[in-house]
């Protein structure tokens, strides 16, 4: 398995450009989410699904937009890039939905809005 | 509301020493706890869980510990090596079971 998988590594955008993070996971796992790092920060949820075609907001949804049309996917879209948006994104998964097993995390990708 | 915290941002040993990590927690209903451990340029990776009904799980050299008393959460390390050098993340499940809530973080460094 090639676990959880985020492209792109890295990313610079100018402000008010959109793009697409993506997110796979090859384990057949229900719930995915995406968080965001900031430095000297702990992890924020933006946004998560507990299955394909269910999503929901987390702490800091805004400017942020997520689809789960697949079990194994499930991209973030920046709709107009801020640079408060400049960040470390992590993409994770876990098997069920209720959050009693563990969640693997992806390797993040680095965003800088300018 | 909920909010999880560590206790002190870095944290320096020897190796060979044994590492304890704090956290603090403040919804006495949480039920579910997790430590991550992230190394410089990567993801957060799973190193023990607990959940509400237990004081105390080992693992491989790592121990967590769980007073619920005080809502206090601690990973103790044995034997530190210099390849634990990294930032100790503890998150806890949130009331609606849909999201874990991270603390900020301990860096810890580990000299030879």
């Known amino acids: 398995n090639a676990g959880v998988t985020q492209t792109p590594k890295f990313q610079v955008l100018k402000t008010g450009q959109s793009m697409t993070l993506q997110c796979a996971q090859d384990m057949n796992h229900e719930y995915m989410s995406w968080y965001r790092q900031d430095p000297g920060m702990g992890l924020r949820l933006i946004h998560y699904?507990?299955?394909?075609?269910?999503?929901d907001q987390g702490e800091v949804p805004n400017g942020y937009n997520v689809s789960r049309s697949t079990t194994e996917d499930f991209p973030l879209r920046l709709l107009s890039a801020a640079p408060s948006q400049t960040s470390v994104y992590f993409c994770?998964?876990?098997?069920?939905?209720?959050?009693?097993?563990?969640?693997?995390f992806g390797p993040g990708t680095r965003l800088t809005v300018l | 509301g909920e909010s999880v915290g560590l206790h002190l941002p870095t944290l320096s040993v020897q190796e060979g020493d044994n590492s304890i990590i704090n956290c603090a927690y403040s919804?006495?209903?949480?039920?579910?706890f997790i430590w991550y451990k992230q190394e410089s340029g990567k993801g957060p990776q799973f190193i023990i869980d607990?959940?509400?009904?237990?004081d105390k799980r080992q693992g491989q050299r790592v121990t967590v510990l769980l007073n619920k008393t005080v809502k206090h959460l601690s990973l103790q390390i044995a034997a530190t090596q210099p390849g634990d050098s990294a930032v100790y993340f503890c998150a806890e499940r949130d009331g609606a079971g849909t999201a874990l809530i991270f603390g900020k973080g301990t860096t810890l460094s580990v000299s030879s």
């Open positions: 919804n006495s209903a949480s039920d579910y």
């Open positions: 699904s507990v299955g394909a075609g269910i999503t």
């Open positions: 994770a998964s876990s098997y069920q939905a209720g959050l009693t097993d563990t969640q693997y």
């Open positions: 607990i959940r509400s009904n237990m």
